[in-house]
């Protein structure tokens, strides 16, 4: 579907997928608090974060899924190849949602409705989106479920949500979200309530679909084994900020923010046997009661008299943001 | 340190088996078994921690119900201390399943939520007034707290003023109050974030050294486990299919099924990517309500040969004494099968 | 180290506590007058001397049949009933016998529901099995037939009897809610916990099960109350519930029917009173399960 070219700001030199300054609340708590991040075609960019960090919301958000009473996009964007998503009319985004941009979620199975078939539901699509035929539509269901290597497609496509086990329900999930070929893929923990064993094959279908069709996957994630599975960038947030960004090998190798290294100490590992791991201090802060300055600043060990004031992102190196005042002191051993 | 030899066997399991009916329709009646637990012998010695692996569904978490007497076996003997817990009824039974603890996997459903942090802590003392006389058990209570790192000054707060990680530490310093051999932990930190994870692991390893504990640790993390570990047992479909010491296990791994595990789980290292072999098994472990014949992994094992759907192997020791298989092929790798 | 470690955690801050429920109920309108009136009633029944006399008279047996049916006049706002009696001290000595059969018949529900659902939800097998049979029983029985039966066979008609037939064709629907949240709350971890320390029966049921399940019951209870209130007036008018010289609103519709026509007031007051005491207590009820549903305290407690 070719319909983001004649929606207002398009650009096709601007990047995929671009958040910035983007900010969410809900009621009186500011949740996401001026979120930014890019993708461009064919790269994976992995929201690194733990539970309560915006993560989610930020993602739920640019899919227009937040929305009053219970929360609201204050501030910012979410443009693709410049087009501004949270400006469009409800009924553009509409159209955008699944055929540019598409999400996959945690639960498989509450975003399939379970009195309809699996093939249906895929089917729906294409009848929708694309006003294809039924016995048309339902043909093309099946090479989805085929692409998302659901054995005996065919038949599967005619079985209920629930008979499906987690891993091929979220195999479903991914179909639905790749069926009309969209070129942004947001996935939410699509691994987390599965078995090692399973989740490997989830990483690497959606590393495999990526790789053929040139999408931008945004992964978001807690577990930081997946990221370095599969991720080309890596953006770690900390409550509803971006606290770093990077390629996620040298984000690896070189934390820039106290709370990254911190993270990545905080890991179990083979040559740590036998020793403590390190932990991080205290709890993360409360966001209904917002403190001045720099969030992470009360579990810190670099924290500093500069801490006081909110630290802007800062570029050390190509590609390279950190939010931290410290950014220094972190980096040299 | 004293060594494995001389040290007090706390624990012992003999082919426990735990078989749950399946039932069906109006009359309710029993279509097929559930073999969650189907034949595992384990042993725990004073000070040692046992880790548990696998995935959901292989009778992990049913098998910490039956070491700590939730469940009744179907078949099969736990032995605490020497004694026996089938052979014990009424008072006896209390007494003895005192030294086996378990600690629950979600700390927001574990405590009661109308029960003050004191109060759970205490209830122990309440319900076994033999442990310590009434006058000493509010000082016990804040010893408690403050070893597992909470302000005994806290101890008025209700379970939903508290963290996660807060929680998980309540549930622990309760498990204490009895003054156990053996803490059974279930998954005690997959419900955190890994932050405080590292908090909580942190804090078992404290209270195995300074109360000498045994733990039985499962978990499907497997980092986790190897952090804590002294010997590992691997579970698939209700049975052990490989038990060794740490190192024999993650570094020498010998059943097809362990190899695909530890290849499975992610490395947090970027650098790695594509330096591991990794090995992608297909489909996910099927049903322990019919599961397949001879070797139970045989339909997604990667080496499996005509053999393995017949007979089922039994745990034998490869390489070293300790390091047991349950595998055909096990000993001779790329072999002529059995 | 170790005690690094154990001073940071004891530092980990709390999340922020919640807002009491009385607090969050006080800011709810449908609570405050609901509760208000709720409480003029109770007050009511509970010294009708102190409400009646407001308006000069007071004593509801003090009659003069040359007042017959007459309408409102001043001193007697509410006017005179057939028996030439002040209306107004009448509906105000009819709220009486609502309040004490909303009382017992709660009370006795309660008690049975809580006893015959906990014994069916904690100890399950044949134990639950005869009570739920029971239960079906009466859940396939017409109540309000079966309550007349045994009211037309009673030999006297006071509080006790209705509440007592109140109570017999009411428990159930109390005891299966009892049941199902009993069941859930008994597979609870913390149930397994408190089991594993050691914890009797006695005790997990008393502690640890019936404070935790009691929530769902009490809603519905405080949601039962004007339900009964307005069953025991209908089975009065009926003509099968309490019985003149008693006073209550329902004998008070009762006479009142026959001379709608020529003297309405008798029919309009006692209903007034009957529709906004039932209505409070509903609404009270409903706030009450507002304030009690985990889900809308989820909503509250996160962002």
Same mark, same amino acid.
């Given at each position: 579907?070719?319909?983001?070219?004649?929606?207002p700001?398009?650009?096709?030199?601007?990047?995929?997928?671009?958040?910035?300054?983007?900010?969410?609340?809900?009621?009186?708590?500011?949740?996401?608090?001026?979120?930014?991040?890019?993708?461009?075609?064919?790269?994976?960019?992995?929201?690194?974060?733990?539970?309560?960090?915006?993560?989610?919301?930020?993602?739920?958000?640019?899919?227009?899924?937040?929305?009053?009473?219970?929360g609201?996009?204050?501030?910012?964007?979410?443009?693709?190849?410049?087009?501004?998503?949270?400006?469009?009319?409800?009924?553009?985004?509409?159209?955008?949602?699944?055929?540019?941009?598409?999400?996959?979620?945690?639960?498989?199975?509450?975003?399939?409705?379970?009195?309809?078939?699996?093939?249906?539901?895929?089917?729906?699509?294409?009848?929708?989106?694309?006003?294809?035929?039924?016995?048309?539509?339902?043909?093309?269901?099946?090479?989805?479920?085929?692409l998302?290597?659901?054995?005996?497609?065919?038949r599967?496509?005619?079985?209920?949500?629930?008979?499906?086990?987690?891993?091929?329900?979220?195999?479903?999930?991914?179909?639905?979200?790749?069926?009309?070929?969209?070129?942004?893929?947001?996935?939410?923990?699509?691994?987390?309530?599965?078995?090692v064993?399973?989740?490997?094959?989830?990483?690497?279908?959606?590393?495999?679909l990526?790789?053929?069709?040139?999408?931008?996957?945004?992964?978001?994630?807690?577990?930081?084994?997946?990221?370095?599975?599969?991720?080309?960038?890596?953006?770690?947030?900390?409550?509803?900020?971006?606290?770093?960004?990077?390629?996620?090998?040298?984000?690896?190798?070189?934390?820039?923010?106290?709370?990254?290294?911190?993270?990545?100490?905080a890991?179990p590992?083979?040559?740590?046997?036998?020793?403590?791991?390190?932990?991080?201090?205290?709890?993360?802060?409360?966001?209904?009661?917002?403190?001045?300055?720099?969030?992470?600043?009360?579990?810190?060990?670099?924290?500093?008299?500069?801490?006081?004031?909110?630290?802007?992102?800062?570029?050390?190196?190509?590609?390279?943001?950190?939010?931290?005042?410290?950014?220094e002191?972190?980096t040299?051993? | 340190?004293?060594?494995?030899?001389?040290?007090?066997?706390?624990?012992?399991?003999?082919?426990?088996?735990?078989?749950?009916?399946?039932?069906?329709g109006?009359l309710?009646?029993?279509?097929?078994l559930?073999?969650?637990?189907?034949?595992?012998?384990? $042993?725990?010695?004073?000070?040692?921690?046992?880790?548990?692996?696998? $995935?959901?569904?292989?009778?992990?978490?049913?098998?910490?119900?039956?070491?700590?007497?939730? $469940?009744?076996?179907?078949?099969?003997?736990?032995?605490?201390?020497?004694?026996?817990?089938?052979?014990?009824r009424?008072?006896?039974?209390?007494?003895?399943?005192?030294?086996?603890?378990?600690?629950?996997?979600?700390?927001?459903?574990?405590?009661?939520?109308?029960?003050?942090?004191?109060?759970?802590?205490? $209830?122990?003392?309440?319900?076994?007034?033999?442990?310590?006389?009434?006058?000493?058990?509010?000082?016990?209570?804040?010893?408690?707290?403050?070893?597992?790192?909470?302000?005994?000054?806290?101890?008025?707060?209700?379970?939903?003023?508290?963290?996660?990680?807060?929680?998980?530490?309540?549930?622990?310093?309760?498990a204490?109050?009895?003054?156990?051999?053996?803490?059974?932990?279930?998954?005690?930190?997959?419900?955190?974030?890994?932050?405080?994870?590292?908090?909580?692991?942190?804090?078992?390893?404290?209270?195995?050294?300074?109360?000498?504990?045994?733990?039985?640790?499962?978990?499907?993390?497997?980092?986790?486990?190897?952090?804590?570990?002294?010997?590992?047992?691997?579970?698939?479909?209700?049975?052990?299919?490989?038990?060794?010491?740490?190192?024999?296990?993650?570094?020498?791994?010998?059943h097809?099924?362990?190899?695909?595990?530890?290849?499975?789980?992610?490395?947090?290292?970027?650098?790695?990517?594509?330096?591991?072999?990794?090995?992608?098994?297909?489909?996910?472990?099927?049903?322990?309500?019919?599961?397949?014949?001879?070797?139970?992994?045989?339909?997604?094992?990667?080496?499996?040969?005509?053999?393995?759907?017949?007979?089922?192997?039994?745990?034998?020791?490869?390489?070293?004494?300790?390091?047991?298989?349950?595998?055909?092929?096990?000993?001779?790798?790329g072999?002529?099968?059995? | 180290?170790?005690?690094?470690?154990?001073?940071?955690?004891?530092?980990?801050?709390?999340?922020?506590?919640?807002?009491?429920?009385?607090?969050?109920?006080?800011?709810?309108?449908?609570?405050?007058?609901?509760?208000?009136?709720?409480?003029?009633?109770?007050?009511?029944?509970?010294?009708?001397?102190?409400?009646?006399?407001?308006?000069? #008279?007071?004593?509801?047996?003090?009659c003069?049949?040359?007042?017959?049916?007459?309408?409102?006049?001043?001193?007697?706002?509410?006017?005179?009933?057939?028996?030439?009696?002040?209306?107004?001290?009448?509906?105000?000595?009819?709220?009486?016998?609502?309040?004490?059969?909303a009382?017992?018949?709660?009370?006795?529900?309660?008690?049975?529901?809580?006893?015959?659902?906990?014994?069916?939800?904690?100890?399950?097998?044949?134990?639950?099995?005869?009570?739920?049979?029971?239960?079906?029983?009466?859940?396939?029985?017409?109540?309000?037939?079966?309550?007349?039966?045994?009211?037309?066979?009673?030999?006297?008609?006071?509080?006790?009897?209705?509440?007592?037939?109140?109570?017999?064709?009411?428990?159930?629907?109390?005891?299966?809610?009892?049941?199902?949240?009993?069941?859930?709350?008994?597979?609870?971890?913390?149930?397994?916990?408190?089991r #594993?320390?050691?914890?009797?029966?006695?005790?997990?049921?008393?502690?640890?099960?019936?404070?935790?399940?009691? #929530?769902?019951?009490?809603?519905?209870?405080?949601?039962n109350?004007?339900?009964?209130?307005?069953?025991?007036?209908?089975?009065?008018?009926l003509g099968?519930?309490?019985?003149?010289?008693?006073?209550?609103?329902?004998?008070q519709?009762?006479?009142?029917?026959?001379?709608f026509?020529?003297?309405?007031?008798?029919?309009?007051?006692?209903?007034?009173?009957?529709?906004?005491?039932?209505?409070?207590?509903?609404?009270?009820?409903?706030?009450?399960?507002?304030?009690?549903?985990?889900?809308?305290?989820?909503?509250?407690?996160?962002?």
């Amino acid at each position: 579907m070719t319909r983001l070219e004649s929606l207002p700001g398009y650009d096709a030199a601007a990047p995929l997928l671009a958040v910035s300054e983007l900010r969410v609340r809900f009621g009186a708590t500011t949740v996401v608090d001026g979120v930014g991040y890019e993708v461009d075609g064919g790269q994976t960019l992995a929201v690194l974060g733990e539970s309560g960090s915006g993560k989610s919301v930020t993602a739920r958000a640019i899919m227009g899924l937040v929305r009053p009473p219970r929360g609201a996009v204050t501030a910012g964007s979410a443009r693709l190849r410049g087009v501004d998503l949270l400006t469009l009319a409800e009924e553009e985004r509409r159209r955008l949602r699944g055929t540019t941009i598409a999400m996959v979620f945690q639960d498989a199975l509450s975003a399939l409705n379970p009195v309809l078939s699996v093939g249906y539901q895929i089917a729906e699509l294409f009848r929708a989106h694309q006003g294809l035929s039924r016995k048309e539509a339902a043909r093309r269901a099946v090479e989805v479920l085929d692409l998302v290597r659901i054995p005996s497609a065919a038949r599967r496509a005619r079985d209920y949500p629930h008979q499906f086990s987690g891993g091929m329900r979220q195999r479903v999930g991914i179909g639905l979200a790749i069926a009309l070929n969209p070129q942004v893929i947001i996935a939410d923990e699509p691994t987390t309530a599965l078995d090692v064993t399973v989740q490997a094959q989830i990483i690497r279908l959606l590393g495999e679909l990526q790789r053929e069709h040139g999408t931008a996957l945004v992964l978001i994630t807690h577990d930081m084994g997946v990221v370095a599975d599969i991720a080309d960038r890596v953006a770690v947030m900390y409550a509803g900020r971006v606290v770093e960004q990077g390629a996620a090998a040298e984000v690896y190798a070189r934390p820039a923010h106290p709370y990254t290294e911190a993270l990545l100490g905080a890991i179990p590992r083979p040559e740590l046997r036998g020793r403590r791991l390190a932990v991080i201090p205290g709890a993360p802060p409360d966001p209904g009661r917002p403190e001045p300055g720099c969030r992470f600043r009360p579990r810190c060990g670099y924290a500093g008299d500069a801490c006081g004031q909110q630290p802007p992102a800062r570029e050390i190196g190509p590609g390279r943001l950190t939010a931290c005042h410290e950014w220094e002191r972190v980096t040299t051993p | 340190m004293t060594t494995a030899v001389e040290r007090e066997t706390v624990l012992d399991v003999r082919d426990l088996v735990k078989h749950f009916p399946v039932r069906q329709g109006a009359l309710r009646r029993t279509v097929g078994l559930l073999k969650a637990v189907d034949g595992v012998s384990l $042993e725990l010695r004073r000070g040692e921690t046992l880790g548990i692996v696998g $995935e959901s569904g292989c009778g992990k978490s049913t098998l910490a119900k039956l070491l700590t007497a939730h $469940e009744r076996p179907t078949s099969g003997r736990v032995t605490v201390l020497g004694r026996s817990l089938h052979d014990l009824r009424g008072g006896e039974l209390r007494r003895a399943r005192r030294h086996v603890q378990l600690i629950f996997q979600d700390p927001y459903t574990s405590l009661d939520p109308r029960m003050t942090v004191a109060a759970t802590v205490r $209830e122990p003392y309440d319900v076994n007034p033999d442990l310590a006389p009434r006058g000493d058990r509010d000082r016990l209570v804040r010893e408690l707290l403050e070893a597992v790192g909470l302000n005994p000054d806290h101890g008025g707060r209700y379970p939903h003023e508290l963290s996660g990680g807060q929680r998980q530490r309540v549930g622990i310093a309760r498990a204490l109050a009895l003054r156990p051999e053996v803490l059974v932990c279930d998954e005690p930190v997959s419900a955190l974030d890994v932050s405080v994870q590292a908090q909580i692991v942190n804090l078992l390893e404290e209270l195995r050294e300074r109360f000498s504990l045994a733990y039985v640790f499962i978990a499907h993390d497997l980092s986790v486990v190897r952090h804590l570990a002294d010997r590992v047992a691997v579970m698939y479909l209700g049975k052990v299919v490989e038990t060794g010491s740490e190192a024999e296990v993650y570094e020498s791994a010998a059943h097809p099924y362990t190899r695909a595990l530890l290849s499975a789980a992610p490395v947090p290292d970027p650098a790695a990517r594509g330096t591991r072999q990794e090995i992608v098994l297909d489909g996910e472990p099927p049903s322990p309500v019919d599961p397949p014949s001879g070797c139970s992994f045989h339909p997604r094992c990667f080496m499996a040969e005509d053999g393995c759907a017949r007979s089922a192997p039994v745990l034998e020791p490869v390489a070293g004494a300790g390091h047991l298989v349950s595998c055909h092929l096990a000993r001779h790798p790329g072999g002529d099968g059995p | 180290m170790a005690s690094s470690t154990l001073a940071s955690a004891s530092a980990e801050a709390p999340p922020a506590a919640r807002p009491g429920l009385l607090a969050k109920l006080r800011r709810r309108p449908a609570f405050a007058i609901s509760s208000a009136i709720a409480l003029v009633v109770c007050a009511m029944a509970a010294v009708p001397q102190a409400f009646a006399g407001w308006f000069g #008279g007071g004593d509801p047996r003090k009659c003069d049949l040359v007042n017959s049916g007459l309408p409102p006049a001043p001193g007697h706002p509410f006017g005179f009933d057939i028996q030439g009696c002040d209306l107004y001290s009448n509906v105000v000595y009819g709220a009486r016998s609502s309040v004490l059969i909303a009382l017992l018949v709660t009370a006795g529900m309660i008690v049975v529901a809580v006893v015959l659902g906990s014994l069916a939800g904690y100890f399950r097998g044949w134990v639950d099995a005869v009570i739920s049979r029971v239960m079906d029983v009466f859940f396939g029985f017409p109540a309000l037939v079966g309550m007349i039966v045994l009211l037309q066979a009673a030999s006297t008609h006071n509080e006790w009897t209705v509440s007592a037939v109140l109570i017999l064709f009411g428990w159930p629907v109390l005891a299966r809610v009892m049941r199902g949240s009993v069941l859930e709350t008994a597979t609870g971890e913390y149930v397994a916990a408190a089991r #594993g320390v050691g914890a009797g029966t006695a005790r997990i049921l008393l502690r640890h099960v019936l404070p935790n399940a009691l #929530g769902p019951v009490a809603v519905l209870t405080g949601l039962n109350v004007g339900g009964v209130i307005a069953s025991e007036s209908a089975l009065t008018f009926l003509g099968v519930g309490l019985q003149t010289p008693a006073i209550s609103w329902g004998v008070q519709l009762n006479t009142a029917q026959q001379y709608f026509v020529t003297s309405p007031h008798l029919l309009i007051f006692p209903s007034i009173f009957l529709t906004v005491t039932v209505l409070s207590f509903v609404l009270l009820g409903d706030s009450l399960r507002d304030a009690f549903d985990p889900r809308l305290r989820q909503e509250v407690a996160r962002p």
